[in-house]
């Protein structure tokens, strides 16, 4: 821009010499010549000057529309960052959640197996009437035990004779079998087996 305005000033300076200039008689036909030759190539310098300021006006614009973009696309990739950072965070936090209770594993005393139970609202239901219904509670215990991160089979015994069914819970304490009524929880020690792990 600097160059573009010397240009005009050098060239109204050169016109304001001219005019005097073409008044005067006997001013040599080549030194007049030279002058508008000079003043020719400032005139082809100022268009020369006058088309890269639109190219670079242009080039501006295009690296603009660019930058716009890339700004866009920069917001959206970080959008899409932070919702996989949320995401991730999710997992780690379920993750540590299951390492918790993964793997089940036994009671390590009687009294943590009663605090449980304590806790477990199964046995506060109300008493069923079939032996179905009764393993349910008893399966439902043990669903919930597994959540918890502990290991309780479900059993059941069938008398012909009484036409009765008996159903009961089953965990490990020291290598030594514990039972249970899933609707009582009254916690019973099997002595006739022994140590079995």
């Known amino acids: 821009m600097k160059h573009f305005r010397s240009l005009l000033i050098g060239l109204a300076v050169v016109c304001l010499i001219m005019i005097p200039l073409a008044g005067c008689v006997g001013v040599p036909q080549s030194e007049f010549e030279a002058l508008q030759a000079e003043y020719e190539a400032l005139q082809a310098e100022q268009a020369t000057v006058v088309g890269e300021n639109t190219s670079l006006k242009g080039e501006i614009e295009t690296a603009e529309a660019d930058l716009a973009d890339l700004r866009a696309e920069y917001d959206t990739l970080k959008?899409?960052?932070?919702?996989?950072?949320?995401?991730r965070e999710e997992l780690v936090t379920e993750l540590n959640d299951i390492k918790e209770?993964?793997?089940?594993r036994d009671f390590s005393s009687l009294r943590e197996l009663q605090d449980w139970l304590l806790a477990n609202d199964v046995s506060e239901k109300p008493v069923t009437t079939y032996a179905e219904d009764w393993y349910g509670r008893a399966l439902e215990l043990q669903e919930d035990a597994l959540r918890d991160g502990y290991l309780v089979s479900v059993d059941y015994d069938y008398?012909?004779?009484t036409d009765a069914y008996l159903v009961y819970c089953t965990t490990v304490i020291?290598?030594?079998?514990f039972f249970w009524d899933?609707?009582?929880d009254e916690v019973l020690e099997e002595y006739a087996l022994g140590t079995v792990k």
């Open 79 to 87: 959008a899409e960052y932070e919702a996989l950072q949320s995401f």
């Open 182 to 184: 899933p609707e009582t």
């Open 159 to 161: 008398n012909p004779e």
């Open 174 to 177: 020291n290598g030594r079998i």
């Open 101 to 104: 209770v993964y793997p089940p």
